[in-house]
């Protein structure tokens, strides 16, 4: 069966009308015939949303039941038995209720599109995963419900739902997004015109980078080389000079004012020469300054540097081609047009800038090799051979009469060794060739004959041959032993940028992929690992017998279906795509092999280490437990018994006034024996992960209250300034009542007499701050953050009061919430205890 596709409405905000357009989608489809159901649709008690849910089909919610509370789950069995076409299931990121089958909502919608369903959903920007922490630190409201970008990025289709800053406010004064009560406080916070415009900037980038990955997937699915200008993409070229960094900072500004386009840096390591220390320095110094740019550096391999210059600008789709002006001199460009002046030529659509700087024709270029000879100039030489040997003879046939046969050949052979400097050891052997007959002809007797009547004569002409041609063998073989060292020093570049990328941290294994990927200018490059053995020959062409572990670019299913299967290991491979690698390059290629293996094994180990090192923790939780329970728990139990045994016993014998004191012991020690029980059970399942909360809108001027009371008649002191005005914060309430009751305990335990603690509470950004002050000794600063660890308690001198878990429980159950608590300094001397809740008018969790 297919798999379903899945259409996701993206918002920059609560309340921009994502379910309202997946509804109005959902409708349209329902028009047209096809079979539509809301699978879950949370109107957040919106008119107009509700009001198009009209004659659609509503599967039933399912309850769940969680601490003592109702709730309603989106129902993913009722849906797959209905097996709808089209099913709308909203809150793509939302946390299902603990004890459900999937754990995210994302993974209930996943279940339906394997079952062939299509699937319509909604998501806001401060959801996905990758940009949690940027939204958090715009509008200082953390989000807990997330979802992997991946997720997203996977689906069919990917529509923004959009709205000014302005429309937004203006539809939340009407009263369209929030209750009247809650408006002020939402305006003046969370949905203030910078927070709305930096987040709606930020939703509209993610989705031009889904809108690109789209596009880049198209071009190779259709095998699309041309430049498509749907967006600027600068390249600069580097050759290792000292020009570079001028390069780079003209590349920049282009890049800048094109509107922070891309900015790519690649250097070419071909078999032009070899690499010298200094230019290994200069783009060691380049590459940090592309990066601190916002750029990104990257190395090919190619003999040609042109070619593999518009190879990559091809492959990286770019606009422009930054290239620094020649550095050579009229004569070398006479014989050569050089890597400029080619590259234009041949750019086609891609706008090519030769820059000056003020190294052109100041600094020599380092030489190359005189052996490496390419195909360009062994024609070159060739057509020498046939023009210029003939064109010397000539000149020299009106001197015959006054210069020797031997004289003649020293200076053909002189022309025939720069001709071998020139084009190789074949233009070489026919200048011999072509200089033998022409000396033969115009100078040997007899004349104007192919014929020798003088033996002499015929051994300089033969020795002349012989002489031309070792000099073209040793040209030759220096030639080769060029090419050979060329060709080591790029690869010895390529690992030591490769070496360099893992000593800066930048060796994770998706890195070295799309390294790789593009040092071969390839289309994919795939780490697969075997999952089944394969049957017999063809199990390298076996998708089903491979997995797809990390991939660069699209994915291959088997290492027998690309042009280049890197075996690692039995259970390992590596399948390249896009052209069929030489030798050489296979090397290279095998070194990044394994260094994916090392980074594949590296981070199966980290995963396991961190599994294990909870485990370590879990483990050391006991332990503390169990040291710690060894008094704290036989205290009250010891007393407990005694008071029971004495009145079981001896009850007779006791006046109604001491058996009443004795069941009041009895009472406060069995009281103090389940509250220290409750806290060493919720500490548990703190450090297991599985205490859940569910936050709701709940106002402080009510939970404070709430608290004292629990606390007694010692709390009767507190001095309260809560204003009753606050808005509402996301909290669950008996969670917030255990730390207002632990916290607020604390600070009673060590404020002194007359000075009573003092509760105070205000807005803080997207917060509401509740200050728990007391005027006690203090915590020094080295401390404040020891006391929130189990089993501490100030100076560790009494072992009456607890086992120290009060203020550690507190912050885990905060943040168990999405709120912090913190210490901080009382003025004058003493204490303060900061409680930060998330303010609920703020919060766009769950909304639409």
């Known amino acids: 069966m297919p798999r379903g596709q899945l259409r996701i409405y993206l918002g920059a905000a609560p309340g921009v009308g994502k379910t309202y357009a997946a509804l109005e989608e959902a409708r349209r489809r329902a028009d047209r015939g096809t079979d539509v159901v809301i699978g879950f649709v949370e109107t957040h008690g919106r008119t107009a949303t509700a009001d198009l849910i009209g004659d659609l089909e509503v599967v039933p919610r399912r309850a769940v039941e969680y601490r003592g509370s109702a709730f309603e789950e989106f129902d993913t069995d009722a849906v797959l038995r209905r097996s709808p076409a089209v099913a709308l299931v909203d809150e793509l990121a939302h946390t299902n209720v603990p004890g459900s089958r999937n754990e995210k909502r994302w993974q209930d919608i996943d279940e339906l599109l394997d079952a062939g369903i299509d699937v319509i959903s909604t998501v806001n920007v401060q959801h996905l995963e990758s940009l949690n922490d940027v939204v958090a630190q715009i509008t200082g409201v953390p989000q807990r419900e997330t979802v992997p970008d991946e997720v997203v990025r996977r689906a069919d289709q990917v529509e923004l739902a959009d709205i000014t800053p302005e429309a937004l406010r203006r539809r939340m004064v009407h009263g369209n997004v929030y209750p009247p009560e809650k408006v002020d406080a939402a305006l003046s916070n969370y949905f203030r015109v910078g927070n709305l415009t930096a987040l709606r900037e930020i939703a509209l980038l993610w989705l031009a980078d889904k809108v690109e990955d789209q596009l880049e997937k198209y071009r190779e699915d259709q095998h699309i080389t041309a430049v498509w200008e749907s967006r600027e993409r600068v390249v600069v070229a580097l050759s290792g000079g000292d020009e570079g960094d001028t390069l780079i900072r003209r590349a920049a500004r282009i890049a800048a004012r094109s509107g922070n386009a891309d900015l790519k840096a690649v250097y070419v390591a071909s078999g032009d020469g070899l690499t010298s220390a200094r230019s290994a320095r200069n783009l060691a110094r380049q590459r940090t300054l592309v990066e601190d740019l916002g750029g990104t550096y990257h190395q090919v391999v190619g003999d040609s540097i042109p070619d593999a210059l518009l190879e990559f600008a091809q492959g990286a789709n770019a606009t422009q081609l930054v290239l620094g002006a020649s550095r050579r001199g009229r004569f070398a460009q006479a014989l050569s047009r050089g890597v400029g002046v080619t590259t234009t030529a041949r750019s086609g659509k891609i706008d090519v800038h030769l820059v000056s700087h003020e190294r052109v024709r100041s600094v020599k270029r380092a030489r190359s090799s005189p052996g490496i000879v390419d195909t360009a100039r062994r024609r070159f030489g060739i057509a020498l051979a046939f023009l210029g040997i003939p064109a010397l003879v000539t000149i020299l046939i009106p001197l015959h009469e006054d210069l020797s046969l031997t004289t003649m050949i020293l200076i053909v052979l002189t022309a025939v060794m720069a001709l071998t400097l020139t084009g190789g050891m074949w233009p070489a052997l026919l200048g011999a060739l072509i200089g033998f007959f022409l000396l033969n002809y115009f100078f040997a007797t007899p004349y104007y004959q192919f014929k020798i009547h003088d033996q002499e004569q015929l051994v300089a002409l033969v020795v002349f041959v012989a002489l031309a041609l070792g000099g073209a063998a040793v040209v030759n073989l220096s030639a080769a032993r060029a090419r050979l060292a060329a060709r080591a020093s790029a ?21 070295l992929l799309e390294q790789l990927r593009e040092t071969f200018t390839l289309t994919s490059v795939t780490l697969l690992e075997r999952t089944a053995p394969g049957a017999g020959p063809d199990e390298r062409h076996d998708a089903k017998a491979w997995r797809v572990v990390a991939h660069a670019g699209t994915a291959c299913g088997s290492p027998g279906a690309a042009e280049n299967d890197l075996p690692i290991r039995d259970d390992l491979a590596l399948a390249l795509r896009g052209h069929t690698l030489e030798a050489a390059d296979r090397r290279i290629a095998q070194a990044f092999a394994m260094h994916a293996a090392a980074a594949l094994e590296r981070e199966r180990l980290e995963r396991q280490a961190e599994a294990v090192e909870r485990l370590t923790d879990a483990d050391k939780l006991r332990t503390a437990l169990l040291a710690a329970v060894s008094h704290d728990l036989r205290t009250p139990l010891a007393s407990a018994r005694v008071a029971v045994s004495s009145l079981k016993s001896t009850g007779e014998l006791f006046t109604p006034g001491e058996r009443e004191e004795l069941l009041d012991s009895a009472e406060q020690s069995l009281s103090r024996l389940t509250g220290l029980v409750d806290n060493l059970l919720d500490m548990s399942r703190l450090q297991a992960g599985v205490l859940g909360a569910d936050p709701v809108p709940i106002a402080l001027d009510e939970a404070v209250p709430w608290a004292l009371d629990e606390i007694g008649e010692a709390a009767a002191d507190v001095r309260l300034d809560v204003p009753a005005d606050l808005p509402e914060v996301m909290a669950d309430p008996g ?74 429980l507190s912050r885990g159950l905060a943040e168990a919430m999405g709120g912090t608590l913190g210490p901080e300094a009382t003025p004058g001397g003493g204490l303060t205890m900061v409680l930060a809740l998330r303010i609920a008018a703020s919060d766009g969790e769950g909304a639409e």
């Open 491 to 511: 690869e010895a570049q390529t690992l030591a940028t490769l070496a360099g990328n893992v000593l800066r941290g930048g060796s994770g294994l998706d890195d």
């Open 735 to 808: 969670l917030l009542q255990r730390i207002l009751v632990n916290v607020i305990a604390n600070a009673l335990r060590y404020s002194p007499e007359g000075e009573p603690p003092r509760l105070t509470a205000g807005i803080h950004g997207g917060t509401v701050e509740l200050r728990v002050v007391d005027r006690g000794p203090g915590v020094p600063d080295e401390d404040r953050e020891t006391m929130f660890r189990p089993f501490q308690r100030l100076g560790d001198r009494d072992n009456t009061t607890g086992v120290g878990l009060g203020l550690a």
